[in-house]
C-alpha cells in the first residue's frame, strides 16, 4: 500500500538535544512539506521541498532544519534553538506536477521536549 | 498573506441531523483552491472536500457539500446525516493556485464537531 510514514509516533527528548524526525513517502510524490499543530491552532508550515535537494523555508522554520537527498525521505531535524518544540508534527506529500493539489497527510509524530 | 478564519471553536449536532461549519478567509489572489481537513482522535489528517475557486458549482462528496462564496470570501461545510464516526476536528485550508509548483496549505484554527445520540 502506498502512504506516508512517520516514526516514531512519540518522541521524547531533554531539552538542549537536536532530534530528528523520519518522513518516508512511497507515493512518488515530488513535493514533501512539515508542518506543526500546537493546541487551538491550525497546522504551521516549517519547510517544503518541490524537489530533490531543494527546500524552502515556510512560516516558522527557525530553530528547523531539513535535508532532501532522496525524493522519497524528508526527515525534519528540531534544534537545540527551537524555543518550543514540544508539538506535533505532520508530514504531507503532493504531487503538483500533474496538477493535483491535494496534499496527504502521514500519521504524525507527537514530540515532547522537558 | 493570507488569513483562513473559523469561528466556531466548538459545536455539536444528534445523529442524522445537518450541522454546517464556517470558514472565512482573506486573500488578494484570484486562482486558488480551499480544502476541508477532518482530523479524528487518531490525529490522522483526511481530506473530506475541496473546491477550485474558478468553479462555480459548490463541490459535494456523500453527504458533505460546501457553500462557496467567491466574493464574500466564505467557505462553509455542510455534513448531512450526521454520524458518530464524523466527530473530529475540521480545518478550512487556503492554497494558492501556482501551475505545477508546490504550493503551502494556510490552515484555520479547527472547529471541534462533537455527534452525540
Known amino acids: 500500500d502506498g502512504g506516508i510514514t512517520q516514526s516514531p509516533k512519540y518522541l521524547f527528548r531533554k531539552e538542549g538535544q537536536n532530534v530528528t524526525l523520519s518522513c518516508e513517502q512511497n507515493?512518488?510524490?515530488?513535493?514533501m512539506y512539515w508542518y506543526r499543530q500546537d493546541p487551538g491552532q491550525g497546522l504551521r508550515l516549517i519547510y517544503y521541498?518541490?524537489?530533490?535537494?531543494?527546500?524552502q523555508k515556510g512560516d516558522i522554520a527557525e530553530g528547523y532544519s531539513v535535508s532532501r537527498e532522496k525524493k522519497e525521505s524528508f526527515p525534519l531535524t528540531v534544534t537545540s534553538a527551537q524555543k518550543n518544540p514540544t508539538a506535533f508534527y505532520l508530514c504531507?506529500?503532493?504531487?503538483?506536477?500533474?496538477?493535483?493539489?491535494?496534499?496527504?497527510f502521514g500519521p504524525g509524530t507527537r514530540l515532547t521536549v522537558t | 498573506a493570507q488569513t483562513v478564519t473559523q469561528s466556531q471553536p466548538e459545536m455539536s449536532v444528534q445523529e442524522a441531523e445537518t450541522v454546517t461549519l464556517s470558514c472565512t478567509y482573506d486573500?488578494?489572489?484570484?486562482?486558488?483552491?480551499l480544502f476541508w481537513y477532518k482530523q479524528p482522535p487518531s490525529r490522522q489528517m483526511i481530506l473530506v472536500i475541496r473546491?477550485?475557486?474558478?468553479?462555480?458549482q459548490n463541490a459535494t462528496e456523500n453527504r458533505f457539500s460546501v457553500n462557496f462564496q467567491k466574493a464574500a470570501k466564505s467557505f462553509s461545510l455542510k455534513i448531512s446525516d450526521s454520524q458518530l464516526g464524523d466527530t473530529a476536528m475540521y480545518f478550512c485550508?487556503?492554497?494558492?493556485?501556482?501551475?505545477?509548483?508546490?504550493?503551502?496549505?494556510?490552515f484555520g484554527t479547527g472547529t471541534r464537531l462533537q455527534v452525540t445520540l
Open positions: 473546491q477550485e475557486a474558478y468553479k462555480q
Open positions: 507515493l512518488n510524490h515530488d513535493a
Open positions: 486573500t488578494s489572489e484570484n486562482n486558488y483552491y
Open positions: 504531507a506529500s503532493s504531487i503538483p506536477s500533474h496538477g493535483d493539489y491535494e496534499q496527504y
Open positions: 521541498s518541490q524537489i530533490v535537494n531543494d527546500f
Open positions: 485550508a487556503f492554497m494558492i493556485s501556482n501551475t505545477g509548483t508546490a504550493s503551502k496549505l494556510t
